[in-house]
């Protein structure tokens, strides 16, 4: 149980391009998504925590305008790279936390999208 | 930074052998929580173990937690090829009643066959 299916799962495009990419969690109602960054042999970064049905939380020094965050459902959530240049090119993360969720309960992850711009 | 340190960066290992990976964090925490992942994918839930928790096992899997070092180590016995992956502790940082995973450095394993 307690699946994240994250699409695409590797993205290639030119400059100028944006992108979007989907975190859905397949067996369970999530009200919290998270979206990570992590470049080669680094750690996740968090990016931005996305709440159902109002505006994601950005962390510091995350362009909000350039990083587009949507939770329409209880089961989607959307990351939209806009104009994307090759310093975006990175591994992007997702995970979801269940409905009620609290802090003792672990997070479930996507298996990540690889997004290269060239 | 909120960022914890991991120990060693890189851990090679020969096939049978434990490994151990050292996790140091900066505030106070409620759990610490430890995840895999293998090269290109995403991160996999290995153990969660709770503030007042000293120690938890499960299968090949120990953790141990020292609050009073703020630190936490995860012991892999008997090591086959297949764990090797990268290892991140995590720990649960709470503002404004939101919640959210702060993720150490990382330890990259391998294990030698």
């Known amino acids: 149980g307690a699946v994240v299916s994250q699409h695409p799962s590797r993205v290639i495009c030119k400059s100028g391009t944006s992108v979007k990419i989907e975190c859905r969690s397949l067996?369970?109602?999530?009200?919290?998504m998270f979206w990570y960054r992590q470049f080669p042999k680094q750690s996740l970064m968090l990016m931005a925590t996305?709440?159902?049905?109002?505006?994601?939380?950005?962390e510091q020094g995350v362009e909000k305008d350039k990083f587009l965050i949507n939770h329409a459902s209880l089961t989607l959530s959307t990351l939209t790279v806009t104009s994307a240049h090759p310093e975006d090119s990175s591994f992007y993360i997702c995970s979801a936390q269940t409905v009620g969720a609290v802090l003792n309960q672990p997070q479930h992850f996507g298996d990540g999208t690889r997004l290269s711009i060239l | 930074s909120q960022q914890g340190e991991e120990d060693p960066q890189a851990l090679s290992i020969q096939e049978g052998e434990n490994a151990t990976m050292n996790c140091s964090y900066k505030?106070?925490?409620?759990?610490l929580q430890w995840y895999r992942q293998n090269s290109g994918r995403g991160l996999v839930h290995l153990i969660l173990?709770?503030?007042?928790?000293r120690e938890k096992h499960s299968g090949r899997l120990r953790v141990t937690l020292d609050t009073s070092k703020k630190s936490s180590s995860l012991l892999i016995t008997a090591s086959r090829a297949a764990d090797t992956a990268s290892y991140f502790c995590a720990t649960v940082f709470e503002m404004d009643s939101s919640y959210k995973l702060i993720f150490g450095s990382g330890t990259r394993l391998l294990v030698r066959p």
């Open positions: 505030t106070s925490i409620n759990n």
């Open positions: 996305s709440n159902e049905g109002s505006k994601a939380t950005y």
């Open positions: 067996d369970f109602q999530a009200t919290t």
């Open positions: 173990i709770r503030s007042n928790e």
